[in-house]
């Protein structure tokens, strides 16, 4: 999916060292966030109001799974409902029907807009207020998807967004920390026993597994973002009167390191207590991550921007395993949201925002990077022009979170160096 669009960068308020850029953007669109989100929200279904070009597009990111009951499909928007909108919402509501009279498990359906139920300017909010009231036993919720507006992972801010409201009034001011950004299971099982080992609590996640469990929220609530895509999030919840802990993105030893203190400070953990319980896995991760250093060290990369991780990864990359940084691109850069990670980067570093595809294409041949970061459009021609690359795509959906991931996160990123050697040995 392409789209020749301005950003918007709404929230963003960066400096003039960024280089901002407006053009052809390749990333795809906020649907593709379905394909992680299906599996974190267990009873919920997503269904896609859209094209044929969406649902083709929603099977190829998530695989076909055809033994499994899939939690999301797509009501293909056809050239007959295009003619009348009555049309397009009585068809609608039949088709929502079937899904969850097929599926008594669902607790909550996603409508999710696309481009062309943008484009006909089809209602979703009305139509899940309809759908509401017609299977009052379900929360029917909407929010877009749309390739028009949105990069891929945007998709996840946009639903969190829409479940922002529906999360219960939190009963008491006393605090309690809410982690904000869908994590694997594996990954938030991991964070929970880190925090009640330093006797951080009550804890809640958004999103939560089942739509029953929704986490509280108030003025007591303190929220960690895990994921630096999470704006429109963060703004609703602040407005719900939660306030967000400043913290670098658990990437990493440091970055988890300091993402968990952050969280201890607010809720006045002694300063030994901490060490004693972060201490043996911070070793595991710094360990895990020396085991790559020597084939990491002193690579030059260079970002597009794609999944909006790229500045915190970067980060990363740099502290604790010494790459040269390039160009770090992201589609938006949340500034606030980044207070702990822009100054850890290098000042020789080339930030931009926004993309324009083919200026930034020319600045990358020049460069010559030894691992480019970039969607799956680009990755092909560059590897045939001899860059070795990664997808974007595959930092999202492989859990990266925490001290047991950095090993794995270290490998996503020698992966393609290793390749790169041995086809020039071979
Ligand atoms: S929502 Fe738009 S960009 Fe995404 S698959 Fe559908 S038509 Fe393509």
Not at 5 to 13: H, K, N, V
Not at 223 to 249: C, M, V
Not at 318 to 346: A, F, K, N, W
């Amino acid at each position: 999916m392409t789209a020749e669009l301005a950003s918007t960068p709404a929230e963003s308020d960066c400096t003039t060292d960024i280089l901002r850029e407006r053009g052809q953007r390749e990333v795809f669109c906020g649907l593709t966030g379905i394909v992680w989100l299906h599996r974190k929200i267990q009873d919920a279904f997503f269904l896609i109001v859209g094209s044929r070009t969406c649902a083709h597009l929603m099977q190829s990111a998530a695989g076909v799974m055809i033994f499994a009951e899939p939690r999301f499909a797509t009501a293909v928007i056809e050239d007959r409902d295009l003619a009348g909108m009555a049309d397009a919402n009585e068809e609608l509501d039949r088709v929502a029907g079937q899904v969850l009279a097929r599926r008594p498990d669902i607790k909550t359906l996603f409508l999710v807009g696309s481009c062309p139920s943008e484009v006909i300017k089809l209602d979703l909010s009305r139509a899940a207020e309809r759908l509401g009231k017609t299977h009052p036993h379900v929360r029917v919720l909407n929010y877009s998807g749309s390739g028009i507006e949105t990069t891929f992972t945007e998709g996840e801010d946009f639903c969190l967004e829409a479940i922002v409201p529906e999360l219960p009034e939190s009963s008491t001011d006393n605090r309690s920390l809410m982690v904000v950004g869908a994590l694997a299971d594996v990954v938030e099982d991991q964070f929970v026993r880190l925090f009640d080992a330093l006797g951080i609590g009550p804890v809640h996640f958004l999103p939560a597994r089942n739509s029953e469990d929704l986490p509280p929220v108030g003025p007591g609530t303190r929220y960690l973002l895990a994921q630096p895509f999470l704006g429109k999030t963060a703004a609703a919840l602040e407005g719900r009167g939660a306030t967000r802990i400043s913290a670098p993105f658990p990437f990493g030893a440091e970055g988890t390191e300091s993402w968990l203190r952050a969280a201890a400070d607010t809720f006045g953990v002694d300063a030994d207590h901490f060490e004693s319980v972060i201490a043996a896995p911070r070793a595991r991760a710094k360990k895990a991550l020396e085991h790559y250093r020597d084939a990491l060290s002193g690579k030059r990369i260079f970002f597009f921007p794609d999944s909006q991780l790229e500045i915190p990864l970067a980060r990363m990359l740099h502290t604790e395993l010494g790459m040269e940084l390039l160009e770090v691109g992201s589609p938006y850069i949340h500034r606030s949201h980044l207070d702990c990670e822009l100054p850890q980067l290098p000042a020789s570093t080339q930030l931009s925002e926004g993309q324009h595809v083919d200026t930034q294409l020319d600045r990358c041949r020049a460069a010559r990077p030894d691992l480019t970061v970039c969607g799956l459009g680009l990755a092909n021609p560059l590897e045939a022009e001899g860059l070795s690359t990664k997808w974007a795509i595959e930092l999202v959906f492989t859990p990266i979170h925490g001290f047991e991931q950095a090993g794995d996160l270290a490998e996503l990123f020698a992966r393609p160096l290793r390749r790169r050697d041995v086809l020039r040995v071979s």
